[in-house]
């Protein structure tokens, strides 16, 4: 993966063209120097013939120039004695100086030739005394002849002339043979030297030129010799070379770590290996066309730009940087820490380096889980103490000084077995035998001393720590604080077996007990305990007169109680009551206990100022007789308590096998009903409500009847109760409302519009949807919500509040109609009435049975009417008395100022379809008519 050039190699190549050269220029370099010594022996050689031939035509013109001069002396002492004889003649001393002019520029051209010969100094000299010799032998003679001839002695002028003058003469001419002689023999002498000096300088050239050759020779051979070992030597480094080469690929390519070529300046790639791509995800064409910015996280590009712009000029001398973490980006997105050394080189003329990356992401998610495992070590609640295979601690964090009190100065060194107290030596060496093994192991309860002296209760786990080998060198152990775990462990067992607020045994303990008692085989009684009406003193004070006054009976209880009687509650207003007794005496005991539990109830408890009345139903269950384990028992006398119940509350029933079939029958009834609802078993039939201004019907209230496939028609009084504890009044009641609302809807359409009664349960008052429900039946079935009417009880308003008030102002504000049933029968509160959105409130029929009875009964319920029919009209509600069968009840209701009326006297409930023959009727005012009509 190595772009355009090799990888760069710190070997040369060889280049064999170069080499071929070199010994081609060796070898003509040796044919120069031939070549050259052959053409100066050749120049030497004429060069020496040429300075011969030179050297004797010098000589011959000297020569010649001597034999002139002597002819020019001699004339001069002819023609000098001439004048000496004759000095009046003045041709002979002009001819006199003629000849002694040309004697001396004779003799000057000659010394000027003689200089000019090479090794003639000898010959100058001779030359140069002769010229003296004329000078001194003529001019001092003429001189004296001359003054001699005139004062008149001309005979002694002419002899001294003829003695001088001859000897003179004599001498000059023999100095001037002896230096034509000399000169012959310096030109003979002369060429023979130059014939010589040419000779060897022949010998010498070719001496040197056979030395230059031979030497050429040798440094051929030896250029040829020192070449072969080079190209040996450079073919050996070529293969060097390539195998390095080939080495150097091998690395760069098969490197399991990413490597790359980059240029420095525009941080281009210009090389990757296989590595990098595989790490990377990019494929090698994609690298070539990146930077290193698109391999950074976009956040770390400005940081890389920043080192990109300072780097210092460095090169392969300055040797590997020094590796340095960095956060690259692969091409799927995903960061990789990476650690780079690099390396400065020359890539085809570019400043790079080669860089070499690995992947420390692991190695860095370590150290940071190391770093986070230190801190947590550190910061930890939990003693953590390292100590070694011998016992010395080795470590000791903040959690432990904490837990024992040492520091970590006062406890680095010293034995780890000083924390034990003392008697520890079986855990010690349990614990010392486990680490041994090379096992770990955990002592979820002991204790420890700290340094002030006293015990800690702690949780211990200790396990062995090995080194690289696999050698166990220690251990590292783990301490914690379990002094308030206890305690809440305590408190959490107390909690589960026993009733947070009264501190009784609660259900789960109660079980056990209970358990324990069957499996001794005692006589045993058992007794349910359920307060009666509790809901209702619960929903009008609040949760903390309820708490307050559960206490208060559970206190009573207890104070009524024997030794040896465990008494439990086990949830809400029940609470259950085992007692032990002798055998054949367990129901006497059992109904005694009932009765004294009873009298304790019948002072008032006093919660928040308030004397509250509280009464109780017992159920009694005896061991074996009604049941052999603890489940069978609870059941029997929980469903005595509810006979208890239906027998008219506070008071007692003892368990009987008809109980059970009562049960079952309930269970039957329940589930039949839950298919009745499925099946559409349930039908509605409607009660006409009676305006005894008019005597019209101005509405009916939709009663709900179960037509059962075997049973026939079933009243309300059996299954409604039954849905109120099952919770499948919210779907009965769903289906009364849409069902109701249907046919309200269809008269409506026929132009009879009626206002429909439909009764609303505590459970449908207090869904968080009712609204939402009321709404949706009225709008599916296109009724007018001002034909709609909610009828709830006092008990229900009470129990569901403010959740009810907001549901029904909510309603109202879309045109239903709510009104108040059974008035009279609850707490009968004056303030929902005032704050409550009210239309209609009903009387209860139990206030209108003895209407129009002159007996004092009759008289009290006709006050109590109407008191409340003045107040509803103050308040500006609607009255409806319920239950009315009589005309005189009518009559009384007419004087007492009641709006309308509701009862068999004036229809009992009937279906839709007898309810429409009575509507043609109903203007008439005679409604025991409209009996007879319905009749």
């Known amino acids: 993966m190595i772009s355009n050039t090799s990888l760069p190699h710190p070997a040369l190549k060889i280049d064999h063209q170069n080499i071929g050269h070199k010994l081609a220029g060796g070898f003509f370099l040796v044919i120069l120097l031939g070549l050259l010594s052959y053409f100066q022996t050749v120049e030497a050689m004429q060069a020496g013939a040429r300075r011969a031939q030179r050297t004797e035509t010098q000589v011959h013109a000297s020569v010649s120039l001597a034999k002139d001069v002597a002819l020019s002396s001699h004339d001069t002492a002819s023609y000098t004695l001439g004048y000496v004889y004759n000095p009046t003649n003045s041709t002979a001393r002009e001819r006199k100086w003629e000849a002694q002019d040309a004697t001396d520029s004779g003799f000057d051209k000659l010394k000027a030739s003689l200089q000019v010969l090479p090794g003639s100094t000898k010959l100058l000299r001779q030359c140069e005394a002769a010229s003296l010799m004329n000078t001194a032998g003529y001019n001092p003679l003429e001189a004296r002849a001359i003054a001699l001839a005139q004062q008149g002695h001309s005979r002694q002028a002419q002899k001294l002339l003829e003695e001088q003058g001859i000897g003179t003469r004599y001498r000059l001419e023999i100095q001037l043979d002896a230096l034509v002689n ?530 026939g028609m079933i009243p309300p009084l059996r299954f409604i109760p039954l849905a109120e504890e099952t919770g499948l009044i919210r779907p009965l009641g769903d289906w009364v409302l849409r069902e109701a609302c249907r046919q309200a809807s269809v008269w409506e359409k026929e132009g009879r519009p009626m206002c429909v009664a439909v009764n609303l349960s505590a459970r449908q008052l207090g869904a968080d949807d009712l609204t939402d429900r009321v709404l949706s039946a009225l709008a599916g079935t296109g009724l007018d919500p001002r034909l709609l009417e909610l009828e709830l009880t006092e008990s229900a308003l009470i129990t569901q509040g403010e959740a009810a008030a907001r549901h029904l102002r909510a309603l109202r504000a879309q045109g239903v109609r709510v009104s108040i049933d059974d008035f009279g029968t609850g707490y009968s509160s004056l303030a929902y009435l005032r704050q409550l959105p009210l239309d209609v409130l009903k009387v209860d029929r139990s206030f209108i049975t003895n209407l129009g009875d002159p007996g004092k009964t009759g008289s009290q319920d006709q006050a109590v009417v109407r008191a409340v029919i003045a107040m509803a009209h103050a308040l500006d509600l609607e009255v409806i008395a319920e239950g009315v069968e009589t005309e005189a009840q009518k009559s009384a209701l007419e004087d007492l100022g009641c709006d309308a009326i509701q009862g068999y006297l004036c229809s009992p409930p009937v279906c839709a379809e007898q309810l429409e023959v009575l509507l043609p009727h109903s203007r008439q005012r005679d409604s025991r008519h409209l009996s007879d009509c319905a009749a």
């Open 182 to 711: 000399a000169l012959e023999d310096y030109s003979r002498v002369t060429a023979q030297a130059e014939h010589r000096a040419t000779a060897h300088t022949v010998v010498v050239v070719w001496t040197i030129q056979a030395c230059i050759l031979a030497l050429s020779l040798v440094i051929a051979l030896a250029v040829t010799h020192r070449i072969s070992a080079g190209v040996r030597d450079v073919q050996r480094v070529q293969e060097n070379l390539h195998e390095s080469e080939a080495r150097y690929r091998l690395l760069f390519e098969n490197n399991p770590h990413p490597m790359w070529v980059y240029d420095r300046e525009s941080l281009e790639f210009l090389a990757v290996n296989c590595a990098a791509v595989r790490s990377y995800g990019f494929s090698e064409a994609e690298f070539f066309s990146m930077t290193l910015l698109d391999i950074r996280p976009g956040e770390d590009r400005v940081t890389l730009r920043l080192e990109a712009a300072n780097y210092p000029p460095y090169s392969p001398a300055d040797g590997v940087r020094p590796p340095s973490a960095w956060r690259h980006r692969s091409r799927d997105g995903q960061i990789l820490w990476t650690e780079i050394s690099s390396l400065p080189l020359h890539w085809a003329g570019k400043s790079a380096a080669i860089v070499i990356a690995q992947d420390i992401t692991a190695r860095r998610k370590a150290e940071e889980d190391m770093n986070r495992l230190a801190a947590i070590v550190h910061s930890t609640q939990e003693a953590i103490i390292g100590w070694s295979a011998n016992g010395e601690v080795s470590s000791w964090n903040p959690g432990a000084e904490q837990l024992y009190g040492y520091s970590a100065a006062e406890m680095l060194g010293q034995q780890i077995s000083c924390l034990l107290p003392a008697g520890s030596e079986e855990e010690c060496a349990r614990i010392s035998q486990r680490i041994g093994a090379g096992l770990s192991i955990e002592i979820p309860d002991t204790t420890r001393r700290h340094k002030q002296g006293h015990l800690v209760e702690v949780w211990v786990s200790s396990s062995p720590v090995r080194d690289a080998a696999g050698v166990i060198i220690g251990a590292s152990t783990i301490a914690r604080d379990i002094t308030r775990q206890k305690q809440s462990e305590a408190l959490i067992r107390w909690q589960a077996h026993n009733d947070a607020l009264t501190g009784l045994p609660n259900r789960v303990q109660f079980h056990e007990k209970l358990t324990t008692a069957i499996s001794l085989s005692q006589p045993l009684a058992v007794l349910f305990v359920d307060l009666d009406l509790f809901k209702r003193v619960n929903d009008s004070m609040g949760h903390a007169a309820r708490d307050q006054l559960l206490q208060e009976i559970a206190s009573r209880f207890q104070g009524v109680l024997e030794i040896g009687d465990v008494l439990a509650r086990i949830g809400g207003d029940e609470f259950t009551l085992l007692l032990t007794v002798r055998k054949g005496q367990a129901q006497t005991a059992a109904r005694q206990t009932a009765k004294r539990l009873l009298a304790c109830l019948t002072p008032p408890v006093v919660v928040e100022g308030q004397e509250l009345y509280v009464t109780a139903s017992i159920g009694i269950s005896l061991f074996p007789s009604d049941g052999e384990d603890a489940e069978t028992l609870l059941k029997s006398a929980d469903l005595a308590m509810y006979k208890a119940k239906e027998e008219g509350r506070s008071g007692w029933h003892v368990f009987t096998p008809a109980l059970t079939e009562a049960a079952s029958d309930r269970m039957v009834m329940e589930n039949a009903l839950r298919q009745a609802i499925e099946r559409e078993e349930l039908t509605l039939q409607y009660q006409p409500q009676i305006d005894l201004a008019t005597c019209r019907i101005i509405g009916v209230e939709a009663l709900v009847r179960w037509l059962h496939p075997t049973q």
